[in-house]
């Protein structure tokens, strides 16, 4: 249960922050039309999540929270194909699948933690989710931040490039194209857009993974009917 609170944290979370980075200072999209982009990654959750309470009437819990994990993956894994440069069109075709496959869990999850506890224990339950759901967040964005950065500058290493790689890296993964040219003097802005792309689509490739391991070890621990897990399901209607 703790798992899936940390779940959307890689499949979602860190997106918030990701994608206006690339689009506003790596691709050099305004404010407004970058923001507007984001919509489509945020606006299921305005519903579906509703939806979602509904649909335990007639499916388990868990099988629900897992199929949105999968769907977010296979989300992740077609936004990791699309490079920079790619139209917004196009772009807000995978980000709204992985905000819909992420609305599924995030409507159940918090029915889910206080029904897998005896009654008593609830409060319990809620504050270590709310924890682990929170500490997830920060480590996450933290973690996948530098991880992104380290998979720039392996590419800028991988090709060749001349300049300081760390650097630049550290630069593009924050949204700082101007540092990074700055870092780079000996390549071409084409080569270092090449890096960050390259090493972004590797990054969405991993994070489409532990989404769905996540999704595979929330079934398994989740998936079997219990006295705990009806009451979670009705907590969710």
Same mark, same amino acid.
């Given at each position: 249960?703790?798992?899936?609170?940390?779940?959307p944290?890689?499949?979602?979370?860190?997106?918030?922050?990701?994608?206006?980075?690339?689009?506003?200072?790596?691709?050099?999209?305004?404010?407004?039309?970058?923001?507007?982009?984001?919509?489509?990654l945020?606006?299921?959750?305005?519903?579906?999540?509703?939806?979602?309470?509904w649909?335990?009437?007639?499916?388990?819990?868990?099988?629900?929270? *897992?199929?949105?994990?999968?769907?977010? $993956?296979?989300?992740? /894994?077609? !936004? =990791?194909t %699309?490079?920079? &440069?790619?139209?917004a #069109?196009?772009?807000?075709?995978?980000?709204?699948?992985?905000?819909?496959?992420?609305?599924?869990?995030?409507?159940?999850?918090?029915?889910?933690?206080?029904?897998?506890?005896?009654?008593?224990?609830?409060?319990?339950?809620?504050?270590?989710?709310?924890?682990?759901?929170? *500490?997830?967040?920060?480590?996450?964005? $933290?973690?996948?931040? /530098?991880? !992104? =950065?380290? %998979?720039?500058? &392996?590419?800028?290493? #991988?090709?060749?490039?001349?300049?300081?790689?760390?650097?630049?890296?550290?630069?593009?993964?924050?949204?700082?194209?101007?540092?990074?040219?700055?870092?780079?003097?000996?390549?071409?802005?084409?080569?270092i857009?090449?890096?960050?792309?390259?090493?972004?689509?590797?990054?969405?490739i991993?994070?489409?993974?532990i989404?769905?391991?996540? /999704?595979?070890?929330?079934? %398994?621990?989740? &998936?079997?009917?219990?006295?705990?897990?009806?009451?979670?399901?009705?907590?969710?209607?």
């Amino acid at each position: 249960m703790q798992l899936l609170a940390a779940a959307p944290a890689y499949g979602f979370v860190v997106l918030l922050i990701l994608l206006p980075l690339r689009f506003v200072g790596i691709e050099g999209m305004g404010t407004v039309a970058g923001g507007g982009l984001m919509i489509a990654l945020s606006a299921p959750l305005l519903v579906l999540p509703i939806v979602a309470g509904w649909l335990t009437r007639f499916v388990r819990p868990a099988t629900l929270c *897992a199929a949105g994990l999968i769907v977010t $993956a296979c989300g992740l /894994a077609w !936004l =990791s194909t %699309l490079p920079v &440069g790619t139209s917004a #069109a196009v772009l807000a075709r995978p980000m709204l699948l992985i905000g819909t496959g992420i609305s599924l869990p995030w409507g159940l999850m918090d029915g889910l933690a206080i029904g897998v506890v005896p009654k008593e224990r609830a409060g319990m339950a809620m504050g270590i989710f709310s924890t682990v759901r929170v *500490a997830g967040e920060g480590a996450a964005l $933290a973690v996948v931040g /530098a991880v !992104l =950065s380290m %998979l720039i500058a &392996g590419h800028i290493h #991988a090709v060749g490039l001349s300049g300081a790689a760390q650097a630049a890296g550290q630069s593009l993964a924050v949204g700082d194209l101007g540092s990074a040219f700055a870092a780079m003097r000996g390549a071409e802005a084409v080569q270092i857009l090449a890096s960050y792309s390259e090493a972004f689509s590797r990054l969405l490739i991993l994070l489409a993974a532990i989404t769905s391991l996540t /999704a595979l070890i929330v079934f %398994l621990a989740l &998936g079997h009917q219990t006295e705990e897990e009806a009451v979670a399901s009705e907590a969710c209607r």
